[in-house]
C-alpha cells in the first residue's frame, strides 16, 4: 500500500466521520433534547469537533510541530468556552 493511497483512505474516514457529525449535530438541532441551552451547547460542541478534525487532517496540522498544535487546540477550547458562555450568560 502506497502512502499516498493511505493518506487517501485517512481523509476518506475523516470526511465519513464530519459527515457522521454533521447528521448528529442537525439532529440534535431538530429538537429532540427537552432544553434549547442544553441543545445549543451540543451543536457547539459537535461544530468544535468537526472544526478540529478539519484544522488537524485537512490543513495539514496534524506534521505541524507540537506548538502549532497546541495552540489550534488552545484557539478551539477558547471560542468553545466563549461560545457557550455567551449562550448561558447572554448580555444584556
Do not use: Y
Not at 54 to 68: G, K, Q, S, Y
Request: charged share 15%; net charge positive; with cysteine.
Amino acid at each position: 500500500m502506497t502512502k499516498r493511497h493511505t493518506s487517501e483512505k485517512r481523509l476518506t474516514l475523516i470526511w465519513a466521520l464530519l459527515v457522521g457529525v454533521t447528521l448528529l449535530s442537525w439532529e440534535t438541532g431538530a429538537g429532540w433534547l427537552n432544553s434549547h441551552l442544553f441543545q445549543a451547547v451540543v451543536v457547539i460542541i459537535l461544530a468544535l469537533i468537526k472544526i478540529r478534525f478539519i484544522i488537524r487532517h485537512f490543513m495539514d496540522v496534524r506534521d505541524a510541530p507540537l506548538p502549532l498544535k497546541l495552540v489550534m487546540d488552545g484557539w478551539c477550547v477558547v471560542i468553545g468556552c466563549a461560545l457557550i458562555g455567551m449562550i448561558a450568560h447572554p448580555f444584556r
